[in-house]
Structures are given as C-alpha cells and as structure tokens.
C-alpha cells in the first residue's frame, strides 16, 4: 500500500509554530494529515485545529477527533471559513506548499511524466481548466509566459512552437504527446530536470497556485492573532520569494515600507532569518523533501514598528 504523504520538516515545523495546548491552529494543506496529527498530539483538550484541503481524497486521512474541523476548500478562502466557524483569530498557521505524493503516484491525476495519463493535474477535480486545455487552447504569448515565469524554463518561445506544431495536427490529450511534442527541445541527458519545470508550470496555471498563495498570505495579517505564528514550506524559488518577501516586509515586493520618521512598518517579526531545510537524514529517508525550505515569522500586532 502506497503512503499518501510523508510530512516534510515535521518536527522544524511543529516546533515553529510555538504550539500552545488551548490555542487554535490551521493546518492549510492536510494532505495525509501528517503535520494536522503532529498538532493535535500537542494541542490539550481544549484546543482545535482547523485542517484544509480542496481534495476529496483527502477526507479518507481524517482522524477521529472532536477537536479537528475539516474544511473542503482551497486555502484561499481562509478567512472566510474561519469566520464562519466563528474564529476571528488563530494562534498558529502552517502551510506545507508541496504537492503530495499521492498525487504524483496517482497515474489518472496526470501530474508525473513517469506514467502517461490524461492530462489533468487538477487538485481540485471539480475544476474546470485542465493542463490538456493550457496546452492546447492558450495563445502563444500566453503559453510561453507562464513556461517562462512559472517554469523558469529556457527557450520557452522554442518549447511553445513545439506544443502548437504538434497541437496543429490534433490537440494534445496525453501525457505521452505532450513529452513527443517538446522532444526536439528537450536537453539530452537533463530529460528529468527539464520535464520536472514543464510540468510545474501547467500544474501552478491549472490551479492557480501563485494567486491562491497570495491571497492566503495577506488574509494571514487578519487571521492570526497578535504573537501568532505563520510557518510557510515551499518548494521552488516563486514560492519562496513570495513568502520571505512577504514576512519581511508585509508585501510581495520585498519593499520595506518606513513611516514620517524612517521607522521600518511590518506586520511581522521574521523568525527565520534563513530558511530551514531538511537534514541530510530526511531527504535519505525522503528524497522529495530536498527542495523544501521552511520560513516562519510572527505577527506582533496590527503593524510592527522598528527603529
């Protein structure tokens, strides 16, 4: 039996987010409910732990526990379902951004290029776009920024003239077509790190992971509570840049905002000050944590002031 998930800095992680056993805790990507389970052992009786996840599969993880709330939805949408629940601030937010293993060793969910499947890659499979309708409906301006920006790819105007020949013949339904296409512009010998990028960049546009994650981090001001924790692992720089530059200085620029007397404004204190990446011991154990870097800051009230 395949594990669904194996939680990446677990133990980097929980310990981050200062865990208090009365507090209230959102774990934003339950997935196989790895790092949901490691806040509950810590949370007392009294504590509660919201878990989120716009996946149907993963409401087969769901521990028995009064104290966990499941919440089937994207986490863009955090701050209006907590202030459904009631819950206008939380002590703690954790977000692990990888995509978990269940899905890349789920052949018919189409995000390896190890299996040919449809091409889906679809978290939320009551979604509409699909990777199938990236590849074979946008424009070439439009393929080729998203190969560029989400993929960081090379040529990515050379691997877009390739999916639209090959597309001009009749549309791309597989996985297998999809790699046939970009074949003459695939670098011999780095197949796997080019496929890897390719397939990273339809999976963000499908799911719109870059505007989702934007969304979810400046509701996190609103959501924790003053002394709150936010802990952020992600997997590639896009993600990364964003959340350092938005724990940094409360936006996604980086920009450091000074008020009349040159006081540096942040709605954080960065406790991280270089990310934390797993031990040579984890990415024996775990070879997909490799690229994980965890970021975790803390909000110190409506607007931090530093001299």
């Known amino acids: ?18 865990i208090r056993p009365a507090g209230i805790y959102v774990d934003l990507t339950f997935g196989g409910g790895g790092h949901s389970r490691g806040i509950l052992h810590r949370l007392g009786p009294q504590g509660r732990l919201f878990a989120f996840d716009q996946d149907r599969d993963a409401r087969a993880n769901l521990p028995e526990d009064p104290r966990l709330t499941f ?3 994207n986490f863009r949408f955090m701050h209006t379902w907590l202030r459904y629940y009631g819950i206008e601030r939380v002590d703690g937010i954790l977000a692990d951004l990888g995509v978990s293993s269940h899905h890349f060793d789920t052949r018919q969910r189409g995000f390896s290029f190890r299996y040919d499947a449809p091409l889906d890659m679809r978290m939320n499979q009551r979604a509409h776009l699909t990777a199938a309708d990236v590849v074979n409906g946008y424009d070439h301006v439009r393929l080729t920024t998203l190969l560029r920006d989400y993929g960081e790819l090379d040529s990515p ?7 639209e020949r090959s597309r001009a013949e009749r549309p791309l339904a597989m996985i297998d077509e999809l790699i046939a296409a970009v074949a003459p512009v695939t670098p011999r010998g780095g197949e796997s790190k080019f496929l890897a990028k390719l397939f990273q960049a339809l999976r963000i546009e499908v799911n719109g992971e870059m505007e989702a994650l934007k969304m979810m981090l400046e509701q996190t001001v609103r959501s924790l509570a003053p002394g709150g924790r936010l802990a952020v692992i992600t997997y590639h720089s896009l993600e990364d840049r964003l959340v350092k530059n938005f724990m940094r200085s409360g936006n996604f620029g980086g920009k450091v905002e000074k008020d009349f007397y040159g006081r540096v404004q942040t709605p954080f204190e960065v406790v991280t000050r270089k ?3 797993p031990t040579p011991e984890e990415i024996e154990r775990n070879p997909r944590s490799r690229s994980a870097k965890l970021r975790i800051a803390e909000l110190s009230g409506p607007l931090r002031q530093e001299s």
């Open 1 to 18: 039996m395949s594990v669904y998930h194996v939680p990446v800095l677990f133990d980097e992680s929980l310990e981050g987010l200062a």
């Open 71 to 73: 919440v089937e939805s």
């Open 157 to 163: 105007h050379r691997i877009t003239q390739c999916i």
């Open 275 to 277: 990310a934390v990446v």
